[in-house]
């Protein structure tokens, strides 16, 4: 799994791909509707979808004519988003853990600050 998601994330590093992926989100679209944003030519367009293809982040739809468009896979986005979820969840988790020990520490800093003749107490 660890080596997918560095496909993905690898994919997901290049703007030109990123906007791609925006593009796809609203419905599926042919390499010259993802192209004409672009000021680049179409065998460059062609490289950014062969990487977001080989990442599982898009696939070719069924051919229309001569139009094999192209469409947005949810799958691999879902498994670096449950990635990153944990990841924060955990940071969370670490913090709530450091604000409860924190707090606890409080009343303990107050009573040795009072018996030491020290309020906290706000100015006005």
Same mark, same amino acid.
């Given at each position: 799994?660890?080596?997918?998601?560095? $496909?993905?994330?690898? &994919?997901?590093?290049? %703007?030109? !791909?990123?906007?791609? #992926?925006?593009?796809? @989100?609203?419905?599926? *679209?042919?390499?010259?509707?993802?192209?004409?944003?672009?000021?680049?030519?179409?065998?460059?367009?062609?490289?950014?979808?062969?990487?977001?293809?080989?990442?599982?982040? $898009?696939?070719?739809? &069924?051919?229309?004519? %001569?139009? !094999?468009?192209?469409? #947005?896979?949810?799958? @691999?986005?879902?498994? *670096?988003?449950?990635?990153?979820?944990?990841?924060?969840?955990?940071?969370?988790?670490?913090?709530?853990?450091?604000?409860?020990?924190?707090?606890?520490?409080?009343?303990?800093?107050?009573?040795?600050?009072?018996?030491?003749?020290?309020?906290?107490?706000?100015?006005?």
């Amino acid at each position: 799994m660890p080596q997918k998601l560095d $496909i993905v994330f690898q &994919a997901l590093a290049d %703007q030109t !791909r990123r906007a791609i #992926l925006a593009r796809l @989100a609203q419905g599926e *679209a042919t390499v010259n509707e993802l192209a004409a944003p672009f000021d680049m030519s179409q065998p460059s367009i062609s490289r950014h979808l062969k990487v977001l293809e080989e990442a599982g982040l $898009i696939e070719v739809g &069924a051919r229309t004519a %001569q139009f !094999r468009p192209r469409r #947005l896979k949810t799958e @691999a986005l879902a498994r *670096a988003r449950s990635w990153m979820d944990q990841l924060w969840g955990e940071s969370f988790d670490r913090l709530d853990a450091f604000l409860a020990e924190t707090s606890a520490d409080k009343p303990r800093a107050r009573a040795k600050n009072k018996a030491k003749g020290k309020s906290h107490r706000k100015c006005s």
